[in-house]
Nanobody
Framework: QVDLVESGGGSVQAGGSLRLSCSASEYTYKSYCLGWFRQAPGKEREAVAGIDSSGVIVYVDDVKGRFTISEDYAKHTLYLQMDNMKPEDTAMYYC??????????????????????????WGQGTQVTVSS
């Protein structure tokens, strides 16, 4: 069991930036992946970005070039730097960890599928609102 707590959400205008953080209780898995997901009102939860224990990073096409995922292993903290934000980025953002899972580099649907493998333990979410 891993406890995850997201923070850093808020309201920003289009073109602005936010940095989300996800603090995790200590985990000692030798192999794992961490992911960011989001869910907009009336829509299904979708993958955003993932990073695994070997340093592989995968982004979905919608955020590529705008979002940056990173991990501070010593602090057990996951980050999502979001730049040049758009109104369609408005959603509840969740972090998750998948013990023993690894990411496979890919694009399009393959990126979404591989990041989905990181979703075993979940945080409660943090709201992000982007106004036009």
């Amino acid at each position: 069991q891993v406890d995850l707590v997201e923070s850093g959400g808020g309201s920003v205008q289009a073109g602005g930036s936010l940095r989300l953080s996800c603090s995790a209780s200590e985990y000692t898995y030798k192999s794992y992946c961490l992911g960011w997901f989001r869910q907009a009102p009336g829509k299904e939860r979708e993958a955003v970005a993932g990073i695994d224990s070997s340093g592989v990073i995968v982004y979905v096409d919608d955020v590529k070039g705008r979002f940056t995922i990173s991990e501070d292993y010593a602090k057990h903290t996951l980050y999502l730097q979001m730049d040049n934000m758009k109104p369609e980025d408005t959603a509840m953002y969740y972090c998750a960890i998948g013990p023993f899972s690894r990411l496979v580099p890919g694009e399009g649907m393959a990126a979404k599928v591989t990041i989905a493998g990181c979703g075993d333990y979940w945080g409660q979410g943090t709201q992000v609102t982007v106004s036009s």
